[in-house]
Structures are given as structure tokens and as C-alpha cells.
């Protein structure tokens, strides 16, 4: 079956199955308890979860597609001769059954990039708030993100020491996004996402300008994208220059497939081409509701001063069209269950509230 599909279909499909290996490395280091912690900067760790497992994923997605220019976000020996038994070249055969996107059938290796967050919420995973936890695989075609790999290694972790442990969610724009179940966002709230210790003056006024009815604050990028694909928040806030590409690649193109948009301070949507710097100066701003621009109206001009203007992916009129498309038809794509009721009643909204408060969450009423 890989054979025969597009090879934009095949790295997706291979990064589906390699994020999977992946997590169950990054389960078993937690298990053992030697989680090997370095500090790279303020709340900046890395642990040997981060390490086993991006060497496992940028060796097994190089072996299977060698011209294809692949960034991780931990610094590692390139020399370094990674084991046979911690590569894995199998392919999702989820992700084959599916025809590729009209746009990306012609995609050749040279345009394609691959964004790798072996570990996205690695404070949290030392700090034993395994929800927070993201493995993310993002692809980039001609400078756009158009793929995306979310895999939550501990999902399910508190139903018990005999369940099964991990999902994965994958999207292609142009397709869907797949492997959740998505919640009705309440009409009389409006719930924004930031950062839970990554916060200063400038992150606080700018989610205070959104006019929010309250506040969740969690750690990792992904998992905060996460929570708008899920249909939880409203919205993700982050006047910060702390994200980088391998932090927002994958996610963007996920939360992309069900109709949202993931840009900078400014409204830019980001390149990631190959030859872009790696961290987003530009801040992130991204929302599940229909007008974004909205939003980036209310960030104030004197904090947008403060955040460079992200370089724009060359236009590729084929690929905004499948993104629009989306935009216009949320309730449609392929993958997304939605929850039986169309308004969740008052009580139904508190208890999905009460969710995501668990493991320490804040919730500050503004």
C-alpha cells in the first residue's frame, strides 16, 4: 500500500507510526525513573526521553526518505550511530487508506521539511503533569505547514494502572484532522489558553486585552493547540518570542483541518521552510473561531511593536484554497466526532471547565 501512495501520504504515514514508537520510549523512560534531566536555560529541560526519542524519529523518517531535510529541537551528535532496534519503518495504514489532497500529489522530497518535538511539555513531564505531555511531527511543503502528527503518550493515565495508555492525532489540510472526539465551544464564554510558566508583564496584558471570561493556563505548546482542536478554549494566546518552529508545525496544520488558524502577533501566517529561523519571534496567536482577525485586533499596538513580522511561505493559491475550504466547512471534516448535544447546558460546561483544571491548572476569572 505505501508503494503506491503520494509520498506526502507516506511521510505521514511513517511519522504516524514513528510517533507512536516514540512514546512508548518516552513511557518506559518514565517508567524506569531515570529520566536523566539536563537544564538548557530558565524552565528549559531536557530529559533522556527527549534524546531516545528524537534520535528514534529523525533516524527512522532519514533511513526511509534521505533527501528530505529534517529539524529536531534537541542538540545531538550527528555523528552519533543509532541502533537498528530503535528504528521503525513501518507505515499507518490509518493514514494510506486515505487518498492524498490534489494539491500535495505532486510534492517532491526537496519541498518538504519535518519539524520535530521529541517531547513538547518536558517540564510538565518532569513535574508529573503527564497531560500536558506532547510528542509533535509537523511537515511543511513549499514553506507551508500542511501535516501534523499531536501523539499524547499518557493519555487515558488516569483510568487506572490496566489502561491503555496514548493516542494519536493526525491531520493533513486538505483532508481533516483525525483521532478526538470534538466538544461544542460554549456562545456566552470566551476561554483563552497561555502559558502556565512561561508568563510575563507583556503575555499577561496581551491575554487581559482578549477580554476573556477566563483563563487556562497549561504547559506545551501542543497541548495547548490541543485544547482548541478539542473544542475546549477559544482560544491560544502567547506574546512570547519563547515558541519555535518545531513547536507550532504540526499543530497549526492539525487545528488548520478543522477550520481554525494558528499565526503571529500580526496575524502572519509562518513559513517553515527550510531556511527560516527556528524560534517565532513573532509570537503565536491562534483561535478556533471563525474570525481570527478579530482577535489579532485586540492585541494592543504598542505589544504588536515589541514582535518581528514572521516571513510568509511563497503563495500557492491550490493550498489556501484547501485551507478556506476548511474554514467553510468545520462541521464536515473527516475524523472529528462531535458531542450528540449542539449547546452544551450550563452544568455540561462546568463539568468539561472542571477537565481541564485537573493536574494543577489554573483558572483565573479576569
Given at each position: 500500500?505505501?508503494?503506491?501512495?503520494?509520498l506526502?501520504?507516506?511521510?505521514?504515514?511513517?511519522?504516524v507510526?514513528?510517533?507512536?514508537?516514540?512514546?512508548?520510549?518516552i513511557?518506559?523512560?518514565?517508567k524506569?525513573?531515570?529520566?536523566?534531566?539536563?537544564?538548557?536555560?530558565?524552565?528549559?529541560?531536557?530529559?533522556?526521553?527527549?534524546?531516545?526519542?528524537?534520535?528514534?524519529?529523525?533516524?527512522?523518517?532519514?533511513?526511509?526518505?534521505?533527501?528530505?531535510?529534517?529539524?529536531?529541537?534537541?542538540?545531538?551528535?550527528?555523528?552519533e550511530?543509532?541502533?537498528?532496534?530503535?528504528?521503525?519503518?513501518?507505515?499507518?495504514?490509518?493514514?494510506?487508506?486515505?487518498?492524498c489532497?490534489?494539491?500535495l500529489?505532486?510534492v517532491?522530497?526537496?519541498?518538504?521539511?519535518i519539524?520535530?518535538?521529541?517531547?513538547?511539555?518536558?517540564?510538565?513531564?518532569?513535574?508529573?503533569?503527564?497531560?500536558?505531555?506532547?510528542?509533535?511531527?509537523?511537515?511543511?511543503?513549499?514553506?507551508?505547514?500542511?501535516?501534523?502528527?499531536?501523539?499524547?503518550?499518557?493519555?487515558?493515565?488516569?483510568?487506572?494502572?490496566?489502561?491503555e495508555?496514548?493516542?494519536?492525532?493526525?491531520?493533513?489540510?486538505?483532508?481533516?484532522?483525525f483521532?478526538?472526539?470534538?466538544?461544542?465551544?460554549?456562545?456566552?464564554?470566551?476561554?483563552?489558553?497561555?502559558?502556565?510558566?512561561?508568563?510575563?508583564?507583556?503575555v499577561t496584558?496581551?491575554?487581559?486585552?482578549?477580554e476573556p471570561?477566563?483563563?487556562?493556563?497549561?504547559?506545551?505548546?501542543?497541548?495547548?493547540?490541543?485544547?482548541?482542536?478539542?473544542?475546549?478554549?477559544?482560544?491560544?494566546?502567547?506574546?512570547?518570542?519563547?515558541?519555535?518552529?518545531?513547536?507550532?508545525?504540526a499543530?497549526?496544520?492539525?487545528?488548520?483541518?478543522?477550520?481554525?488558524?494558528?499565526?503571529?502577533m500580526?496575524?502572519i501566517?509562518?513559513?517553515?521552510?527550510?531556511?527560516?529561523?527556528r524560534?517565532n519571534?513573532?509570537?503565536?496567536l491562534?483561535?478556533?473561531?471563525s474570525?481570527?482577525?478579530y482577535?489579532?485586533?485586540?492585541?494592543?499596538?504598542?505589544?504588536?511593536?515589541?514582535?518581528?513580522?514572521?516571513v510568509?511561505?511563497?503563495?500557492?493559491?491550490?493550498?489556501?484554497?484547501?485551507?478556506?475550504?476548511?474554514?467553510?466547512?468545520?462541521?464536515?471534516?473527516?475524523?472529528?466526532?462531535?458531542?450528540?448535544?449542539?449547546?452544551?447546558d450550563?452544568?455540561?460546561s462546568?463539568?468539561?471547565?472542571?477537565?481541564?483544571?485537573?493536574?494543577?491548572?489554573?483558572?483565573?476569572?479576569?
Open positions: 500500500m505505501a508503494a503506491k501512495a503520494a506526502l501520504m507516506r511521510v505521514v504515514s511513517a511519522s507510526a514513528v510517533s507512536n514508537r516514540a512514546c512508548q520510549i513511557r518506559d523512560v518514565l524506569k525513573g531515570e529520566l536523566g534531566i539536563v537544564e538548557k536555560g530558565k524552565n528549559d529541560f531536557q530529559t533522556e526521553a527527549d534524546r531516545s526519542a528524537q534520535r528514534c524519529i529523525i533516524a527512522s523518517l532519514h533511513k526511509q526518505f534521505p533527501k528530505v531535510s529534517i529539524f529536531g529541537e534537541e542538540a545531538l551528535d550527528p555523528s550511530k543509532i541502533p537498528e532496534e530503535m528504528l521503525e519503518l513501518g507505515f499507518s495504514d490509518e493514514v494510506l487508506a486515505h487518498d489532497p490534489e494539491y500529489k505532486d517532491k522530497d526537496e519541498e518538504i521539511v519539524w520535530v518535538d521529541p517531547v513538547d511539555g518536558t517540564a510538565e513531564y518532569t513535574q508529573g503533569l503527564l497531560d500536558h505531555v506532547t510528542c509533535l511531527i509537523g511537515i511543511s511543503a513549499r514553506g507551508h505547514s500542511v501535516a501534523g502528527i499531536i501523539n499524547q503518550p499518557f493519555y487515558n493515565y488516569k483510568a487506572g494502572p490496566d489502561a495508555l496514548g493516542r494519536c492525532i493526525w491531520g493533513i489540510i486538505g483532508l481533516g484532522s483521532g478526538f472526539t470534538r466538544d461544542v465551544l460554549p456562545k456566552d464564554e470566551f476561554i483563552v489558553t497561555t502559558s502556565r510558566s512561561h508568563s510575563d508583564r507583556l496584558e496581551t491575554v487581559e486585552a482578549c471570561t477566563s483563563v487556562v493556563r497549561v504547559g506545551g505548546a501542543g497541548h495547548k493547540v490541543l485544547l482548541l482542536i478539542e473544542g475546549k478554549v477559544h482560544a491560544y494566546v502567547f506574546a512570547s518570542k519563547g515558541c519555535k518552529k518545531w513547536d507550532t508545525c499543530p497549526e496544520s492539525v487545528l488548520a483541518a478543522v477550520g481554525g488558524r494558528l499565526t503571529d500580526h496575524g501566517k509562518m513559513s517553515y521552510g527550510a531556511g527560516v529561523q524560534k519571534t513573532g509570537g503565536i491562534a483561535t478556533s473561531v474570525d481570527h482577525d482577535i489579532v485586533n485586540k492585541v494592543p499596538e504598542h505589544v504588536k511593536e515589541v514582535f518581528d513580522k514572521s510568509e511561505a511563497e503563495d500557492w493559491p491550490e493550498f489556501e484554497l484547501a485551507r478556506i475550504q476548511h474554514m467553510n466547512n468545520k462541521d464536515v471534516d473527516q475524523g472529528v466526532k462531535r458531542k450528540k448535544t449542539d449547546t452544551p450550563s452544568d455540561s462546568r463539568s468539561s471547565k472542571s477537565d481541564l483544571l485537573a493536574d494543577e491548572t489554573l483558572d483565573t476569572k479576569l
